[in-house]
């Protein structure tokens, strides 16, 4: 069995959890997610660092990338057999099972 040894430096108490529920992250001093990389929504709190000083315009760049990825999650068409995982792909064809799209 190996031993997990944690950062000395590393404050549990005071760590603060990414606003997005479904990521892991910590928000790191610059105020971004070191997980995803998404800004803190809030306040952070005193003594937690300073405020990022990149430029909004790159969480806005990840943002919109992200509304992309939503939108071509919206567009999926699902394997018409209720028992398989796969979408239809772009021959009309499920990509996990093959298929065909009724």
Known sequence: MSEIIFDEN??????IL???ESCIGTIGTDGL???????Y???????????SSKPIAHVEQ???????????????VLCSDESCIGVIGP????????????
Do not use: A, N
């Open 33 to 39: 997610c070191k997980e995803c990389g998404k800004g």
């Open 91 to 102: 021959d009309g064809k499920c990509k996990e099972c093959g298929k065909q799209l009724k």
């Open 18 to 20: 990414c606003s997005d």
């Open 10 to 15: 590393e404050d549990w108490e005071k760590r």
């Open 62 to 76: 990840k943002t919109e990338e992200k509304s992309s990825e939503d939108d071509d999650w919206e567009k999926r």
């Open 41 to 51: 929504e809030g306040k952070l709190p005193e003594g937690h660092g300073t405020v």
